[in-house]
């Protein structure tokens, strides 16, 4: 088997991955573990609008519901009410969305094998090698390029000794009935006696259901449980799990992306929000890059790292500002205590902050937000918001 460029991988990254090096005249293979796309689910399955646009989808069957604000409610219980008055994000099925994505690798030229597991890579003269364990036993596949798109625990970026992401965040989260505050909103839950660091959610699905989950650095399951039977708002709505999922988040970046005839991209690589914790719009976008790069360097038989570093500078021009925003925001969260955060969710409740944040919100750019916020320089509201950030800073 030979190829310009694998990729391993065949989630919505991945797939991404695959389409535009195909696009990009590269003969391209798109290998996946499972035995199915999209499963085992391990994704909340919310995502902005602006994600199902750069994953290049018009509307579809996985689309479960639309989504215009949400519920934030403080360690107190007390709750800022943030609504888009259009539709901001969707809640989606996993599978139906991850098989669409490949369908349009395919249609793209992609070739896709499952039931195929990455075993190690080796670089030789001629190119890579990728040696792998498929249905009908061992492989061993010729290409210029492997594109790493096999999650958070990626053995690629390990094989190719670019390590892994600094940190890994545990998340879990259950289908549930659940009686929602409003349908086209989700709920969102802050404090340490049940979210240390991060927070909990509740995502309406189809039906009466919810799916609701949380972050966490260690206990998750423990955690999971004191949300749903001792959180005054959460307990008195949740009824019996139907389902459950779990799986590890990325919290920052690999050092480096590339090295010769290796590229890694999505969880893989840390492409994932450290704010909202997403990473579908941020992976797909880096995704491009990275089959139109390698495309490209396999045309040209070029396939060291220096070639490779284009991809690399391109996805940190594109969303390296974000992800420094994000990294900053989220260490000012983590020193906050219960008292700053229940005190930082009152200060929002604010008819011209709140209008501020309908106009500018954006889940895949916050930074536009937190542009648009420190102009208005004469509410005094705003004013004690960021005394409190510079407080829990010094």
Not at 139 to 144: G, Q, R, S
Not at 288 to 303: F, L
Not at 315 to 320: D, M
Not at 354 to 360: K, P
Request: hydrophobic residues 40%; contains cysteine.
């Amino acid at each position: 088997m030979e190829y310009d460029v694998v990729v391993v991988g065949a989630g919505p990254v991945g797939s991404m991955a695959a389409k535009y090096a195909a696009k990009n005249g590269a003969r391209t293979l798109l290998i996946e573990e499972h035995n199915a796309i999209g499963s085992p689910v391990s994704c909340t399955g919310h995502i902005s609008t602006r994600a199902l646009e750069e994953c290049e989808l018009a509307e579809g069957p996985f689309i479960n519901k639309k989504i215009r604000g949400a519920f934030v409610y403080a360690p107190n219980n007390r709750s800022v009410v943030i609504d888009g008055r259009r539709t901001m994000t969707y809640v989606i099925e996993r599978k139906i969305f991850d098989r669409e994505m490949a369908r349009s690798a395919a249609s793209a030229g992609a070739e896709i094998l499952l039931k195929t597991s990455a075993r190690s890579v080796k670089k030789t003269r001629e190119g890579t090698i990728l040696y792998a364990s498929g249905e009908g036993g061992d492989l061993e596949i010729k290409t210029k390029i492997v594109i790493g798109a096999d999650g958070v625990k990626s053995k690629i970026a390990k094989y190719a000794g670019l390590g892994r992401v600094p940190h890994i965040c545990s998340g879990v989260q259950v289908e549930a009935s659940y009686e929602p505050r409003d349908p086209e909103y989700v709920e969102i839950f802050t404090g340490r006696k049940y979210v240390p660091n991060y927070f909990a959610w509740c995502v309406p699905t189809s039906g009466d259901c919810c799916r609701i989950g949380l972050l966490t650095d260690t206990d998750a399951h423990m955690y999971l449980n004191r949300l749903i039977t001792e959180h005054g708002i959460v307990s008195k709505k949740a009824r019996s799990s139907v389902d459950m999922i779990v799986g590890g988040v990325p919290v920052g970046t690999l050092k480096k992306t590339v090295t010769d005839g290796v590229m890694i991209v999505g969880d893989a690589a840390g492409h994932v929000k450290p704010v909202s914790y997403g990473g579908i719009f941020t992976g797909a976008r880096c995704a491009k890059i990275a089959g139109e790069v390698a495309a490209k360097a396999a045309a040209e038989g070029n396939v060291g790292e220096q070639r490779l570093m284009e991809y690399e500078k391109r996805w940190k021009a594109e969303i390296g500002r974000e992800f420094m925003f994000g990294m900053k925001f989220r260490d000012i969260y983590r020193r906050m205590s219960d008292d700053d955060i229940n005190e930082a969710v009152a200060m929002l409740d604010d008819e011209e902050i709140l209008e501020t944040i309908t106009r500018y919100g954006d889940i895949d750019r916050p930074s536009i937000l937190a542009r648009e916020l420190f102009r208005m320089s004469g509410n005094k509201r705003l004013w004690q918001f960021m005394k409190l950030f510079a407080r829990v800073i010094f």
